[in-house]
């Protein structure tokens, strides 16, 4: 005990006397970085490989109507509570490659190469991560797209305008293709953010694509071990999969939730990029609580990276608790 006490006090003292933070001169030999490692992370589902490719992110001041049904100060309030600053929001993109085994699946492309220009790499980085995770674009044979919004879609196109993966089929949601293929659909959207939607969707799909693309059908395997389900709200023809091999599951669910330190802690709150914003919501509480119920692992497009949680009902939301970075695979 005294030996104990002795070199306790006795480390104190000496800490004490010799002051931590002497004024010995700065010898700063390398550079301070500016960069980030590219960003992926690998994990499993049974015998498939999944990586998560970020894209980056987007940060924005805090509009006055972001929310519909909230007030500012009460979005203020929730970020303070997740520890995030005010008046400002950050919305997070990550795309997925997931391997089969026979085959390599891209599910959504992030905002593509003009806005990695105009962001200065904050985000449009998918082309790049993609590579940097060890992956030809070539050798890709499915794009699998979620839902048709400019972070979703963009990337499918390189800065020149030609398909970013030349070889793979293009697998989009039939109800979705439907929609904003739809001239009367396009003649009827609201200037402005609609109208831009379905311009920049005619510009991949017919301009670039020449409309080879294959619908695929909700309740159907897109892809080996990759099931499509109708998660409608955010767009009409907003998808979710569920992966699947083996014992290993996990819930793919693109747009269900944006960040959710807003959405997931509220899921009633209508943020204005949910087209229809009830359904939207009613999907979110259907789909979270059936995610609760059967402790199922979710995949978050837009979660902060690398975007695998786990949920709990917390009073009228819920509670994400990421899965833990795992160093190995
Ligand atoms: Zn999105």
């Known amino acids: 005990m005294e030996l104990t006490r002795r070199h306790a006090l006795g480390g104190a003292a000496a800490v004490a006397a010799a002051p931590l933070f002497a004024s010995r001169p700065v010898s700063a030999a390398a550079p301070v970085a500016d960069k980030q490692a590219p960003s992926f992370y690998r994990y499993k589902v049974g015998d498939i490989q999944v990586t998560v490719v970020s894209d980056g992110r987007f940060t924005f001041p805090l509009e006055e109507n972001f929310i519909l049904n909230a007030k500012k100060e009460e979005v203020n309030a929730a970020l303070e509570k997740s520890f995030l600053p005010r008046d400002i929001f950050t919305i997070y993109f990550a795309p997925l490659v997931i391997n089969t085994g026979g085959k390599l699946v891209v599910v959504d492309t992030g905002l593509g190469p003009v806005s990695k220009v105009n962001s200065k790499g904050a985000n449009g980085m998918f082309a790049d991560n993609l590579v940097a995770a060890g992956f030809d674009?070539?050798?890709?044979?499915?794009?699998?797209?979620?839902?048709?919004?400019?972070?979703?879609?963009?990337?499918?196109?390189?800065?020149?305008?030609?398909?970013?993966?030349?070889?793979?089929?293009?697998?989009?949601?039939?109800?979705?293709?439907?929609?904003?293929?739809?001239?009367?659909?396009?003649?009827?959207?609201?200037?402005?953010?609609?109208?831009?939607?379905?311009?920049?969707?005619?510009?991949?799909?017919?301009?670039?694509?020449?409309?080879?693309?294959?619908?695929?059908?909700?309740?159907?395997?897109?892809?080996?071990?990759?099931?499509?389900?109708?998660?409608?709200?955010?767009?009409?023809?907003?998808?979710?999969?569920?992966?699947?091999?083996?014992?290993?599951?996990?819930?793919?669910?693109?747009?269900?939730?944006?960040?959710?330190?807003?959405?997931?802690?509220?899921?009633?709150?209508?943020?204005?990029?949910?087209?229809?914003?009830?359904?939207?919501?009613?999907?979110?509480?259907?789909?979270?609580?059936?995610?609760?119920?059967?402790?199922?692992?979710?995949?978050g497009f837009h979660y902060p990276f690398p975007g695998l949680a786990n949920l709990e009902k917390d009073g009228d939301g819920y509670r994400v608790v990421p899965a833990p970075w795992n160093p190995t695979i």
């Open 137 to 299: 674009p070539k050798a890709v044979d499915m794009v699998v797209i979620s839902h048709f919004h400019t972070d979703h879609v963009n990337g499918l196109l390189a800065a020149d305008g030609t398909p970013a993966f030349p070889n793979a089929e293009v697998l989009v949601p039939a109800t979705e293709w439907k929609y904003w293929m739809d001239d009367g659909e396009m003649s009827r959207a609201p200037a402005g953010r609609m109208q831009g939607l379905f311009k920049n969707n005619r510009n991949i799909f017919e301009a670039a694509l020449k409309k080879k693309v294959t619908p695929y059908e909700w309740g159907k395997e897109v892809a080996p071990g990759l099931l499509a389900v109708e998660t409608i709200g955010h767009t009409p023809g907003h998808t979710s999969y569920v992966l699947s091999s083996g014992s290993g599951k996990v819930f793919i669910q693109s747009d269900v939730t944006n960040n959710p330190c807003l959405f997931a802690t509220h899921p009633g709150w209508h943020a204005f990029f949910d087209q229809d914003p009830d359904i939207a919501e009613k999907t979110r509480r259907r789909i979270y609580d059936m995610l609760v119920t059967e402790k199922l692992q979710l995949q």
